[in-house]
């Protein structure tokens, strides 16, 4: 019992700081992995992949509420990012994982420093039109999600990245379709992994609904602080997520 009250409060503070930022996987994988060091890895990522979908599924409800994304834009991307992670969950399975492995502090570090050394997300001024925007999303959205289903680190933070870089959108505007997306490539690798019998589905659930939990509170605060609260835990996570990716590339 004191195992699943541990986990569920992983899950809720997952929730909560996904919500506002990304990355919960950070607190609700190290948690399962502690709690359960010998069940099979693939089973425990299956479960922690449940849990955070429908915590951010949530979380994007809410922001769906606080903004008008183009839902023109928005269908486009939650297909692109769905077949995408299919693609990329089938793809893992025939080719290592290790080159991408050792590529991705790089790219999160040059993330880092394009987004600290800018203005980006504070202003939503959308560059583009209907059809342009929808191609331009959808593109972006199909490359991360085969990312999301391959491999994973960073891809809540690389959605909203893309959304804030390449359309023009501010963080607050980019948190709804960057949601939806990572929405989208989650449920592909559920299903994946759902297929496979790699899901504890009780305790799936019950760290589902404390992940919903936190992610309603966490996205209600971003909302109220808005855009510097969203960019400042945004370079936090992506700081967090190069010191993890380097020690588990290179062992430092």
Not at 178 to 203: E, M, R
């Amino acid at each position: 019992m004191s195992d699943w009250l541990a986990l569920g409060a992983a899950a809720f503070a997952a929730g909560l700081v996904d919500s506002v930022m990304g990355g919960g996987g950070l607190i609700q994988i190290p948690a399962l992995f502690a709690v359960f060091p010998g069940l099979a890895p693939a089973a425990l990522l299956g479960t922690n992949k449940f849990a955070g979908c429908i915590g951010t599924l949530g979380a994007a409800a809410q922001y769906l509420r606080a903004t008008a994304p183009r839902w023109t834009t928005v269908l486009p991307v939650i297909a692109a990012a769905f077949v995408a992670a299919l693609a990329g969950a089938y793809a893992i399975t025939l080719v290592p994982a290790e080159p991408l492995r050792k590529a991705l502090p790089f790219v999160l570090l040059a993330l880092l420093l394009y987004t600290t050394f800018s203005d980006a997300g504070y202003a939503h001024l959308p560059r583009f039109g209907r059809r342009r925007e929808a191609a331009v999303a959808a593109a972006g959205a199909a490359g991360i999600g085969f990312y999301d289903g391959l491999f994973g680190p960073g891809a809540g933070a690389f959605y909203k990245l893309y959304f804030v870089r390449a359309l023009g959108f501010d963080f607050v505007n980019a948190a709804a379709p960057a949601k939806i997306a990572n929405v989208a490539s989650n449920l592909a690798a559920v299903l994946v992994f759902a297929a496979k019998g790699l899901l504890i589905w009780k305790l799936a659930m019950a760290m589902a609904a404390a992940n919903f939990l936190g992610g309603q509170l966490g996205s209600r605060i971003a909302l109220r602080y808005g855009n510097r609260l969203i960019r400042r835990a945004f370079l936090v996570l992506v700081g967090v997520l190069i010191v993890k990716s380097f020690r588990d590339a290179y062992g430092a």
